[in-house]
């Protein structure tokens, strides 16, 4: 297998295939004038089983449009089968029809990207398992939190409570809670639908003079993290982190979720941050190799 280095990930792709020992593809790419993207691989792909290493983070149109081109060339230019690596999964969060007149936006990429040629999916803690059920070809979702846990554990964190600032979120709690070995619990999250305002109902937690790590999947505006954290700070426990797999931080989220008083934020490398401290490469390598 060749790994295909997408221009949003080059740095995962390359440690991907350093851990895998194989060869990895560089890909030219440039944006024309007009807005219209170009991609070239640099290297030979005819007969190989090719891996594309792509996250679709903002600007995640771009990024989804590379991705597709680098299916494309891969394809034209003789690869077997073609697996595309995303490991943040644009539009993965509109996977059903909320309101009457929307499109079910998961369904839509995933018909784009088999259109042009991808034929098995490898993504990270997808917001909703039912997403995958989309793609017409083999598509599968791994889980960082265990590898986010165990960055607590390095730091003495052992027996942290882990917290969900969402109840349909607390499974990942849970993992969490299977390697620090504390207890986990969940806050009730409600977002409005029209407006995307958060509001989260309060809870009481014995958590006084304990460590807390919130876990969720993604932190975009940071508006969840910061609420869960101002209920939290009431409770006093002995410091508030936060560890998420995909570390959008959208405008001033890394900010405010600071400002709000928690003492440390993590994420994977799924998106590349300041606050990216665990990397993907070997839950997703082994992956690849089986
Ligand atoms: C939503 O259900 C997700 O699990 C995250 O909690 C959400 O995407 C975070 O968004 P924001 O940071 O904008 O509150």
Request: charged residues 20%.
């Amino acid at each position: 297998m060749k790994i295909i280095l997408g221009p949003a990930s080059t740095q995962l792709g390359q440690k991907i295939a350093e851990t895998l020992k194989t060869e990895a593809v560089n890909v030219a790419f440039k944006t024309f004038p007009d807005g219209e993207n170009y991609v070239r691989l640099e290297g030979r792909v005819q007969d190989e089983e090719v891996a594309i290493v792509q996250t679709t983070s903002p600007p995640q149109d771009t990024r989804l449009v590379q991705l597709a081109l680098m299916a494309d060339a891969a394809k034209r230019n003789g690869a077997g089968k073609v697996a595309a690596v995303v490991p943040y999964l644009a539009y993965a969060r509109q996977d059903t029809m909320f309101l009457h007149g929307e499109a079910i936006s998961a369904q839509a990429v995933a018909r784009m990207l088999s259109a042009a040629g991808v034929e098995r999916l490898l993504t990270v803690n997808v917001h909703q398992e039912k997403v995958l059920t989309h793609f017409p070809f083999p598509a599968k979702s791994v889980s960082a939190v265990p590898l986010l846990a165990e960055y607590f554990i390095k730091r003495g964190l052992k027996k942290a409570f882990a917290l969900s600032p969402d109840k349909g979120a607390i499974y990942i709690a849970e993992e969490a809670q299977k390697v620090l070995g504390g207890e986990c619990g969940y806050l009730e999250k409600n977002r409005d639908r029209h407006t995307g305002q958060v509001t989260i109902k309060r809870k009481t937690f014995d958590i006084r003079g304990h460590p807390v790590i919130i876990f969720d999947d993604i932190i975009s505006s940071g508006g969840t993290i910061v609420s869960a954290a101002n209920i939290l700070k009431e409770l006093k426990p002995q410091r508030i982190c936060v560890a998420c797999v995909h570390p959008l931080l959208i405008g001033e989220a890394e900010k405010n979720i600071l400002n709000a008083g928690v003492d440390e934020i993590i994420g994977t490398d799924s998106v590349p941050s300041s606050v990216s401290k665990v990397s993907l490469a070997p839950i997703l390598s082994r992956e690849l190799a089986s």
